[in-house]
């Protein structure tokens, strides 16, 4: 490609506003441009960096017996309500009604419509096990995007879904997509670990997230440096202490005045925030309709809102206002579960093996003291429903659990046999019995992998690109000589370059050497070549690496074959 004829424009600034270093070098090198807030257009260099991505999946899916698809962007809301998420996924989805007043669903993901195709495929356990993938538009309305692709609401995806007659089947492919993940990653040079997660909307029995870690992304990773675990804030565990040796004392009803919160209380009574249990309100949507919720955890712990929602199948949860906690009985400030009504409450797991805490006495400036479980309240649920913290000992070894940020780049996800109950996806046995297909969810968001790529492989002139995602192996620079003619062995070597199949972008723009050399560093591709007096006089071309400083003169007669081992490497 000659750059004078490249659909692209460059800036010499960073665009505003521009949070992470991705999104300001691939708007500024001029493969983004942004339509609206979250939605992007793809210029032709993102389209060829995103095209060789989609070659690695495409190699690495079909590798492990992936049949590529393509299924409609566009569903019928009939498909979203036999499954219960056109009820359960709120703003996020987008909605709309055909000509025909028919409410249609643009796809978030592919569950349901994959469910309808196989429920006409899938007749018989011959047909099994099978895996289909594609690499498809999704269109999520996220109401916080940021950071350019890191968090888009139009964004492209690998989805893929395995199709087994059992549990077992279901675990040999759900490895599979493990190991073809971290090669994918691997491959796009991008260093992952994968994680224990949460299966939210897309439910399930089991989930992995592959995480890029870096200070941009949202979520929170809580790893132990003595083992190997790594776990999702959202679902990570740790070892919880107790002191369920003490003797039980008398109930003490003691005043507070204004003494509303755990910082306040333990400040008042002198007391460790240990011996102290605080109540969390929460408003849960379960199964269409909305039921007050206590939440119980200690008073030094932070309610943890994933753990709650999947402990009590909600499928949302909202702050309770002051009137909902009025109606059960409780006192905001002051609240505790001892006599209320009307509400479902949930004791974390490590508060039965706690003794004589502190609780609020739902009366205003009042709490109460030695308040135990089972013998002065009872509950609904028990579960872990605490968040970890930096610190916290990891559930395995007992090593303090450190935390870092990272961006979730691909997931997979044990789905079992919901979405074919739902959809009534069956398969006859050897015995001619109907049996629920067994599924899994796997996917790879390929936009927000090119930024994370991006954001790993840069440094203060630009981007940095890894050789088999580049958009051009090779970026190749002709300099005028003095009397201001261009190089003919410029335009002789790109012609043999194209022959020889190398992708190259070649700037033959009547610019400044100084500006082509500066869209060199900020378009990122791999190898530059500079064909001048200067380097012809020395004795050939001028040939460097993006991530290396210093350039070295190649021969004329050695570069094709040099280039073409390079290409190779592709």
């Not at 299966?199 to 929170?220: C, K, R, W």
């Not at 739902?422 to 019995?433: K, T």
């Amino acid at each position: 490609m000659r750059y004078s004829r490249l659909f692209n424009q460059t800036l010499r600034t960073s665009p505003a506003q521009s949070e992470a270093a991705s999104h300001q070098y691939l708007t500024q090198a001029g493969y983004l441009r942004p339509l609206a807030s979250g939605i992007f257009a793809y210029l032709p260099l993102a389209q060829r960096t995103l095209r060789n991505i989609a070659s690695i999946i495409r190699e690495e899916m079909e590798a492990i017996g992936g049949q590529e698809v393509s299924l409609p962007i566009v569903h019928p809301a009939e498909i979203w309500q036999q499954t219960g998420r056109w009820y359960t996924i709120t703003a996020e989805m987008g909605r709309f009604k055909d000509r025909n007043g028919h409410d249609m669903v643009l796809a978030m993901t592919h569950e349901e419509a994959v469910a309808a195709i196989v429920h006409d495929v899938i007749q018989s356990y011959r047909q099994l096990p099978a895996l289909i993938y594609q690499i498809q538009l999704k269109w999520r309305d996220d109401p916080r995007p940021r950071a350019g692709l890191i968090r888009a609401r139009e964004f492209t995806m690998l989805d893929s879904y395995s199709l087994d007659r059992d549990e077992e089947g279901l675990e040999v492919q759900y490895q599979a997509h493990y190991n073809t993940y971290h090669r994918i990653f691997e491959r796009c040079e991008l260093p992952v670990i994968a994680i224990q997660s949460d299966s939210g909307m897309m439910g399930g029995v089991q989930a992995h997230e592959f995480m890029y870690l870096n200070p941009i992304g949202e979520d929170t990773i809580m790893l132990c440096s003595s083992c190997s675990y790594a776990a999702n804030r959202q679902v990570a565990t740790f070892q919880k202490d107790h002191n369920s040796s003490e003797d039980l004392k008398e109930v003490e009803k003691i005043v507070t005045p204004e003494k509303k919160t755990i910082a306040d209380l333990v400040e008042f009574l002198q007391i460790s925030p240990k011996r102290t249990a605080k109540a969390v309100f929460l408003m849960a949507e379960m199964h269409g309709t909305e039921k007050l919720v206590l939440a119980l955890v200690r008073g030094d712990m932070e309610l943890n809102e994933a753990k709650l929602a999947h402990a009590i199948q909600a499928s949302g949860l909202r702050p309770a206002t002051e009137e909902d906690i009025l109606l059960s009985g409780a006192v905001p400030g002051y609240a505790s579960p001892i006599g209320i009504k009307n509400t479902l409450v949930v004791v974390d797991d490590q508060i039965p093996h706690l003794r004589n805490l502190t609780v609020g006495a739902n009366q205003s400036g009042y709490h109460l003291k030695n308040v135990n479980f089972g013998r002065d309240y009872q509950t609904d649920i028990i579960a872990d429903i605490v968040s970890a913290e930096e610190g916290f000992l990891c559930p395995q070894c007992g090593h303090p659990l450190s935390s870092q940020r990272g961006v979730e780049v691909g997931n997979i996800f044990k789905l079992g046999t919901f979405y074919s109950e739902q959809m009534e996806c069956q398969y006859l046995d050897e015995n001619g019995a109907s049996k629920p297909i067994v599924m899994g969810s796997y996917g790879i968001g390929l936009g927000r992998l090119m930024a994370c790529i991006a954001e790993e492989h840069h440094d203060e002139n630009g981007l940095c690109w890894p050789l088999q995602v580049a958009p051009y192996n090779i970026h190749m620079l002709s300099i005028k000589d003095k009397d201001g003619a261009v190089q003919p062995t410029a335009e002789d070597l790109y012609e043999q370059l194209l022959a020889a199949g190398i992708s190259v972008l070649y700037d033959d723009r009547d610019i400044s050497a100084g500006v082509k050399f500066n869209d060199a560093d900020l378009l990122g591709m791999p190898y530059r070549i500079t064909i001048s007096a200067r380097a012809l006089s020395n004795g050939g071309i001028e040939i460097k690496s993006r991530s290396n400083e210093t350039s070295h003169i190649l021969p004329r007669e050695q570069v094709l074959p040099y280039l073409q081992k390079i290409a190779s490497r592709h």
